[in-house]
């Protein structure tokens, strides 16, 4: 679009009259700061009496405006950070060709308050950083940083506020370089202002060793920085929202439809370098106010629905894609200080009370060698989950060669579950097993840790010294009540079993690193790292009579402990030049995993070696494009659950056994990374490739036993999963985004791509009914995953904010061990349109999505519609009254599918239907510059209201 207005404007100059006689110049000059570095996508103004020409200098800095007729113009040149720049020049009428003095930009502090800002460039590549200048992507006052997110190059948020960059998920955010709310996401992203933002960072993070020494090697985690503007840093955000509603499922006969309501309150305080924030939210509309980590043992057997247990609660949306119906009541403190020159302090602690009820349909399809078999298997499962989280940094700086960080964390998780559940199991249309569930599970996990990282100079440069101590103690206390009524088939479990388990993990770790400069461009770094972990697993199993007498059941209790114990030294070369920098380097790890049973007796012990190199190539071909290769490798230790050498019968139909045999497994993992962004254009390009090989992968062998099985009745009509190594499994995959905006980024055009593809190992046995002989297969499962995506998006400030969206997905299973009549093939085909329309203090908002669903057995295609009015109102707008409809067509439905070597899985799931929802927001904010007199609130700006999903203003789209 610049050179469009270009050149219309050398045309309208052509045509002047004062240009008939003149030779027209070409208009050469460079742009650069103080420093001497180059400015690119800086504006450059070119005015000649009432016509004028803009263009962004280039990725040198330069800019070039061809046909000028006049011989005096003014030049004006912007460039976010700097001061304006205006000069009036008069040159020589017989100069065809005129190269200006380099024009130098000063840094302007105090910009943001003096200057509108009209043009700005969007985006900067850096080594591992992509930043994002947040006033390059309008959005409404009090709309929240995810709505910014959302108009970002390369940055995805589904409907629950998961983000993903580059095809990877962020991990953990940060607001001012330190961690928000334990580096909480969603936390962040839904709940800060956008109007506070100066720009928003996506980075590879490896570690805060890392960021003291610059030596990066491992897999770096994606986290997202948030810097809040210079002129925002005094003063006080608050909003409360309070919304109440009804469902309106009427499709569904004898239903009563249920109350729907949403009550939240947020308070930022920021004065300097002291931030608090207190978060608050309480609601039945499927809104998370915090993401609490789950974990568990690692997949591969068949779960068959499981016992009792649920997984971790999801964010907010509009119309949630989380899986059943979630009361949550949730509040949270921040708090961020500088006690004196030295020591800066931040930490958090989070509370939340959520009930989740879900109903589920599941089909499971079980590979077999000669016996395939189908389950079909429903639930209805309600848990109550109970979370507290504290973490606490102290940094403190003690001088110039002396760096100590301190960080506490403690966490408590407690649930209660309760389950009713039907499983019928059929084998070449046999009826095999047929009974139901009544199931409870009661646990309660506390977590406590301490990390210390102290770092020390020396007085040549690059010398150092880097020591990080850490330790912390996990443990659950779980209590598993399952009770079965057999219909058909044989009673493979105790009908009523009390399960008590007791885990505990103690570890402690050690990592040891220096560094010697060998020049001025390069260095060698040479590390020690310990870690010693300690796991106790008690777990006894006893039966209870109708009567409610227990008898202890032996067979299914074991007392089990193992430490797992690694010792890796490694040697690093690093060599820096400005264009590129490399690190090469080289390491070993031993590992022992030794193991004793004190109900057998028995004591394992397994050693390992593993070779460790490590390589990271960083390129910078220029300001606007680089090219970044990584390796690394780390070993995994197996779960307790994998290890316990006893049989699990929590689950009837499908048994658990431990290996203490197994080996820790051994990551190879590779990554490279393309970044281009054109200054000119606005191009941006991404791309990533991804591998990954395994050794000693531990994998599932489920074995299948027949309907009659005298050896041992339990097992009779079962499938038990064991754990062992393998060889081979390797997986790849790939993503790329390219966009390409236009009229200063008011309408975009964006293309985005991921394939993966998994090498997945499995062993299938059968034990034949008549002998009881036992055979093995591996089964290699071959998956590949495509999806490709297209999006058009308009962007004009106070009209309209809108998107058409579309893609396309497949997934595919090839196992190496055929199965006649299981579809392993998966398409979803989705299309959308989402967006706001503004009139004046009027908002209307739409969210419609249709999904068609390919292989799926009983899946709808839904159509999803979400709107809302909004209304504006008394002084500077800051009061909103919203009117919101959620899933207007009733058809919200979740269809899921997992693969594996021996399983494939098709489940639907509850999730929150149509609903209506009146919202009330009240919204006071008061911002200065500098410590400001306490003269009261001041109300700037409307309101976007919440969406049931919390935030400001975050709706649909």
């Known amino acids: 679009m610049y050179k469009l207005n270009q ?63 006049v011989n005096s113009f003014t030049l004006h040149v912007y460039a976010i950070g700097y001061a304006g720049y205006t000069f009036n020049y008069n040159v020589n009428a017989a100069e065809a060709a005129i190269t200006l003095e380099p024009i130098v930009l000063h840094i302007d502090s105090k910009l943001l308050n003096t200057v509108q800002i009209t043009g700005v460039n969007p985006v900067k590549l850096k080594e591992d950083t992509i930043e994002f200048n947040a006033s390059a992507y309008k959005v409404q006052d009090g709309a929240p940083v995810e709505d910014v997110l959302k108009k970002l190059p390369g940055v995805d948020v589904d409907k629950d506020g998961n983000v993903t960059a580059q095809g990877k998920t962020v991990t953990k955010v940060r607001v001012n370089g330190k961690d928000f709310f334990n580096g909480d996401v969603k936390t962040a992203t839904q709940n800060l202002p956008a109007n506070i933002v100066q720009n928003i960072q996506i980075i590879d993070d490896y570690g805060d060793q890392a960021n003291l020494t610059g030596l990066k090697t491992g897999d770096p985690e994606k986290v997202l920085n948030i810097t809040i503007r210079a002129d925002k840093n005094y003063g006080y955000f608050g909003q409360v929202n309070a919304g109440d509603g009804a469902d309106a499922q009427n499709s569904i006969l004898g239903k009563n439809e249920a109350n729907r309501y949403i009550a939240s309150g947020t308070l930022f305080k920021f004065n300097g370098n002291q931030q608090l924030a207190v978060l608050t939210n309480f609601n039945n509309a499927n809104v998370n106010l915090f993401s609490f980590g789950g974990g568990g043992p690692r997949g591969g057997g068949p779960g068959g629905g499981g016992g009792p247990g649920g997984g971790g609660p999801g964010g907010p949306g509009n119309t949630s894609n989380n899986n059943g119906i979630t009361t949550n009541r949730s509040a949270g403190l921040n708090y961020r200080d500088q006690w004196g020159k030295k020591i800066s302090v931040y930490g958090s602690y989070s509370f939340s009370d959520n009930t989740v009820n879900t109903i589920s349909s599941t089909i499971q399809n079980n590979t077999s060698l000669t016996s395939p078999s189908i389950n079909n298997y429903s639930s209805n499962q309600t848990d109550s989950k109970l979370n507290h989280r504290f973490n606490f940094n102290m940094e403190y700086k003690i001088d110039d060669y002396n760096y100590l960080k301190v960080s506490p964390t403690f966490s408590y998780t407690g649930v209660n579950t309760s389950q009713y559940q039907t499983s019928l199991l059929t084998r070449d249309n046999a009826l095999i097993s047929n009974y139901n569930l009544n199931a409870t599970l009661n646990s309660t996990s506390p977590t406590v840790g301490t990390n210390v990282l102290y770092n020390h100079k020396f007085g040549t440069t690059g010398r150092n010294v880097t020591v990080n101590l850490s330790g912390g103690s996990t443990s659950l206390t779980q209590t598993q009540n399952p009770i079965y009524t057999y219909l058909t088939g044989a009673q493979s479990a105790p009908a009523n079993q009390l399960i008590q388990t007791n885990v505990k993990l103690d570890s402690v770790g050690a990592a040891l690193s220096y560094m010697e400069p060998l020049s001025k461009r390069s260095f060698i ?37 193992f430490d797992f114990i690694t010792n890796k030294v490694g040697l690093n070369y690093r060599f820096i030049e400005k264009k590129y920098n490399y690190t090469l380097g080289v390491g070993i790890q031993p590992a022992l995993l030794s193991g004793h049973s004190a109900t057998t007796g028995v004591d394992t012990r397994v050693t390992t070696v593993n070779f460790a190199p490590t390589a990271r190539f960083v390129y910078n071909m220029s300001r606007s494009q680089s090219f970044t290769f ?328």
């Open 525 to 561: 770094e040479l590390n020690y790292a310990y870690h010693y972990g300690h796991t106790t697993s008690d777990k006894t199993t006893d039966t209870l009579t109708a009567g409610g007498t227990r008898n202890r059941y032996d067979l299914l209790s074991n007392d089990y402990a």
């Open 7 to 69: 050149y219309i404007t050398i045309v309208m100059l052509l045509f002047a009259p004062t240009a008939l006689a003149q030779q027209a110049h070409t208009i050469t000059g460079l742009v650069k700061d103080t420093t001497g570095v180059t400015v690119p996508g800086a504006t450059v103004t070119l005015l000649t009496g009432k016509d004028s020409v803009s263009l962004g200098t280039n990725a040198n800095g330069g800019f070039t405006i061809k046909g000028v007729p």
């Open 630 to 957: 990584n390796y690394s490798g780390a070993s995994n230790q197996p779960t307790y659950s994998e290890l316990q050498p006893v049989t699990d019968f929590s689950n009837s139909l499908y048994p658990i056994q431990g290996n203490p045999n197994l080996k820790p497994e051994f990551n190879n993992n590779l990554n490279i990374r393309y970044n281009q962004f054109d200054f000119e254009s606005g191009n941006v390009l991404f791309a990533n490739l991804g591998f990954t090989q395994t050794d000693n992968k531990i994998v599932a062998n489920t074995i299948t036993y027949p309907q009659v099985y005298t050896p041992d009745s339990k097992l009779a009509g079962t499938i038990l999963t064991k754990y062992q190594n393998a060889v081979g499994y390797y997986m790849a995959s790939g993503n790329y985004f390219y966009a390409k905006p236009w009229e200063e980024r008011r309408y975009t055009l964006f293309f985005n791509g991921n394939v993966n593809y998994s090498n997945n190992i499995s062993y299938i046995s059968n034990v034949a009914p008549d002998n009881y002989g036992l055979s093995t297969e591996k089964n290699l499962a071959k998956s590949l995953s495509l999806t490709q995506g297209l999006k058009f998006r308009t962007d004009i400030t106070n009209v309209i904010d809108a998107e058409l969206n579309g893609s396309y997905g497949v997934t595919r299973t090839n196992n190496s061990l055929t199965q006649n009549n299981i579809d392993n093939n998966f398409r979803t085909a989705t299309l959308g349109a989402n967006g706001k329309n503004y009139f004046g203090t009027w908002t209307l908002s739409y969210d419609y999505t249709k999904t068609l669903y390919y292989g799926y057995t009983g899946s709808t295609n839904p159509n999803i519609l979400n709107a809302y009015v909004e209304k504006k109102f008394l002084k500077q707008n800051i009061a909103a009254l919203r009117l919101s409809a959620f899933d207007m067509f009733n058809q919200n439905t979740g269809f899921t599918t997992s693969q594996s070597g021996s399983y494939i899985t098709q489940t639907q799931s509850n999730r929150l239907g149509r609903y209506f929802l009146l919202t009330f927001t009240l919204r006071l904010q008061k911002f200065a510059g500098q410590k400001p007199n306490p003269d009261g609130f001041r109300g700037p700006g409307g309101p976007g209201g919440p969406p049931p999903g919390g935030g400001f203003g975050g709706g649909p789209g």
